[in-house]
């Protein structure tokens, strides 16, 4: 199973951007799929998360100016980000917990991410 993001960028304050990330390899299921960042010097923290029924989770600094969706069929989930900040600048991961049999547990999984920077 691998996650391939993709969408990162320069972009001046204010602006917007819209990443993704999709699955590929021998998946039964995706449950909750979402977002990290990673800036310099900082811990990694979570930016939103999606359930594969379509229930969102914010983190304070994302509420209304970014939006994670999913598309099951294609087994992709986005991020768009709206009104960006030079705060936002950092690395950004998706992540989901991906099932690779019927019977199976399902186990976490990371893209390579991708870096997002916001200039003032």
């Known amino acids: 199973v691998q996650l391939q993001a993709s969408g990162g960028g320069l972009v001046q304050a204010g602006g917007s951007l819209r990443l993704s990330c999709a699955a590929s390899?021998?998946?039964?299921?995706?449950?909750?799929m979402g977002w990290h960042r990673q800036a310099p010097g900082k811990q990694r923290e979570l930016v939103a998360v999606i359930t594969s029924g379509g229930r969102t989770n914010y983190a304070d600094s994302a509420k209304g100016r970014f939006t994670i969706s999913r598309d099951n069929a294609k087994n992709t989930v986005y991020l768009q980000m709206n009104s960006l900040k030079p705060e936002d600048t950092a690395v950004y991961y998706c992540?989901?917990?991906?099932?690779?049999?019927?019977?199976?547990?399902?186990?976490?999984?990371w893209g390579q991410g991708t870096q997002v920077t916001v200039s003032s």
């Open positions: 390899g021998s998946i039964f299921n995706i449950n909750n």
């Open positions: 992540n989901a917990d991906i099932q690779v049999g019927w019977l199976l547990a399902s186990e976490n999984y």
